[in-house]
Structure formats: structure tokens, C-alpha cells
């Protein structure tokens, strides 16, 4: 008696399928499925979603840290304003424009 991998119901030795849940016993070469296959898929895309999160996290805490939000003081030496002014909308709008980029690349 051969017992069925799915739903381990015992059936004749000659079968090819279960009785009970119709499984098969062996696979056919020329049914086998292997999926839809992505330009990127859902794996590199989440990658991608994760990375622009922490890249508007890390905006967002130049805004508060230094943009002067909290009680502590605020940053005045002109380098690092400067560079808060191009770092801050960089980080920002480049993370959600990225992760909207990774949402639709899950479907490609």
C-alpha cells in the first residue's frame, strides 16, 4: 500500500493519484511549475523598500536634530547647515520617490 504524501491516506500500490485528495504520486516533467519569473521580484523589491525607509528615517532626524525642533540647541556652524540643506530633501524625497519605485518593482 502506498501512502499519500498530502494526506498520508494509504492507496494500491498501482495508484497514480490519491483517492482521497487526488495528489499525485509522481510528477510529470511536463507539468511541473516553476513560477512566474520577475525582472527584479518581491525579494529585491522589499530590499529596496527597506532601504528608502531608513533613508527618510535618517531625513527625518536631520530635520529634528538639526533643524532646531527639540530643546536642544539648534546647529549654527555654516558647513553643517549647508549641508543639512542638501542632505535633508535628498534624503527625504530620494527615500519616498525610492520607495514607491520598490512597490512597483514588485510586480516586474
Known amino acids: 500500500m502506498k501512502t499519500c504524501p498530502y494526506c498520508n491516506y494509504s492507496n494500491y500500490d ?3 493519484v490519491c483517492r482521497k485528495c487526488d495528489g499525485p504520486f509522481m510528477v510529470d516533467p511536463g507539468t511541473v511549475y516553476h513560477g512566474r519569473t520577475y525582472w527584479m ?12 525607509l531608513s533613508l527618510i528615517v535618517l531625513g527625518l532626524l536631520i530635520k529634528v536634530y538639526w533643524g532646531g525642533y527639540g530643546p536642544w540647541p539648534t546647529v549654527d556652524f555654516p558647513a553643517l547647515v549647508t549641508a543639512r540643506g542638501i542632505l535633508e530633501p535628498l534624503l527625504l524625497y530620494g527615500g519616498a520617490v525610492l520607495y514607491v519605485f520598490g512597490w512597483i518593482v514588485t510586480y516586474v
Do not use: V, W, Y
Open 14 to 16: 498501482n495508484a497514480a
Open 41 to 52: 521580484g518581491p525579494e529585491k523589491a522589499k530590499t529596496i523598500r527597506s532601504r528608502a
